[in-house]
């Protein structure tokens, strides 16, 4: 059902939402198996070598380095395609209750997540990630307050109101669901942070690229 057997639990305190540094970023991401990042392919340098990434557990902190970047082979250069993968030189040494976030690899399970009507948007930039939940705009709408037309792999919600120390919607900040599974809850990847314009969040669809990502992750 999952991508990686040992993802993590119901909740994002249990992911491994990192930070990468680098190059023009620093930007983020989410471990997705004990070698894999899934990030946004935008402002990534083309040399794998002037990137670490950094995980946190509790208050400890530990960076890896980055062996190869994946940009998707469709990606325009702006937010078309804007999905990449980090290799890691090596898993991360953490041993604690962090977990690669959880992600659907069955086409049914993928399509039921994508006709939900609740998901959750999280920001990450603390160790105690805060979430909101958000619900979809359509395409049509959100096309017409950006300004410009929706890819079919773009999902569109409303910007939150900002609050104090909390910005919802950063670049390779993640959006999900809960699922059940073996009878246990589990967090599930849809999609990750792309930009935000004109109050809306334009988030890349991670479900419409799971095969592509599956084929280099279980390809090893």
Not at 69 to 83: A, E, L, V
Not at 163 to 190: C, H, N, P, R, W
């Amino acid at each position: 059902m999952f991508l990686y057997d040992e993802c993590g639990g119901d909740d994002i305190s249990l992911n491994m939402v990192v930070h990468i540094y680098g190059g023009k970023i620093p930007g983020k991401g989410v471990m997705i198996t004990d070698r894999y990042v899934l990030t946004t392919a935008k402002d990534l340098p083309s040399d794998a070598g002037s990137l670490v990434v950094s995980i946190s557990e509790d208050i400890v902190y530990e960076e890896v380095p980055v062996e190869s970047i994946i940009k998707h082979p469709d990606f325009s250069g702006d937010h078309n395609h804007d999905i990449a993968l980090l290799k890691l030189a090596r898993p991360p040494s953490l041993s604690g209750k962090r977990k690669p976030i959880c992600m659907l690899l069955q086409a049914r399970h993928r399509q039921r997540a994508a006709n939900s009507t609740n998901f959750t948007i999280f920001d990450s930039r603390a160790s105690n990630a805060t979430s909101l939940k958000v619900h979809l705009i359509n395409s049509s709408e959100c096309s017409t307050r950006i300004e410009t037309e929706m890819e079919q792999d773009q999902l569109c919600i409303e910007e939150p109101e900002k609050e104090k120390e909390i910005k919802y919607g950063q670049a390779g900040d993640i959006m999900g669901i809960k699922t059940v599974y073996s009878d246990k809850d589990k967090f599930v990847l849809v999609g990750i942070v792309s930009y935000s314009l004109n109050g809306l969040i334009i988030l890349t669809n991670v479900l419409e690229y799971t095969n592509w990502i599956a084929g280099i992750v279980t390809n090893e």
